[in-house]
C-alpha cells in the first residue's frame, strides 16, 4: 500500500512540474507592437508573409515571431532570429490548441 502511495505522489509531483515548466515557458512569450521589432525583421516577415497578413508580434528570449494569416484563414508563426534569420515555422491555431489543455 506505501509503495501505491509513493507512486501515485509521484505521479501527481511529476505532472505538476511538467505543467509549471510549459506555463514558464509560455509566460517568456510576449506579445509586442511592431515598432518594437527590428526593420531586418520586419523585412524578412514581409517577404515571408507574401499574401497573408501579419497580425501580431511576439518576442521569445532574443528571437521574434510573426502570426501571419493566411487567405484560407488559417494562421502560420514564423520564427526569425533578431537578423531576420527565419528559424521555423509552424501552424499557430494547433500551438493554441494544445495550449488548451
Known sequence: ????NLLVAGLIGTSLSIA????AAKEKEQEIKAADVPAAVQKAAETEAK???????????NDYEAVVEKKNGKQVGIKFSAEGKVLSKHNESKE???QKY
Open 20 to 23: 509549471a515548466v510549459a506555463q
Open 96 to 98: 493554441h490548441q494544445e
Open 1 to 4: 500500500m506505501k509503495k501505491w
Open 51 to 61: 499574401s497573408g497578413k501579419i497580425v501580431r508580434w511576439e518576442k521569445e528570449g
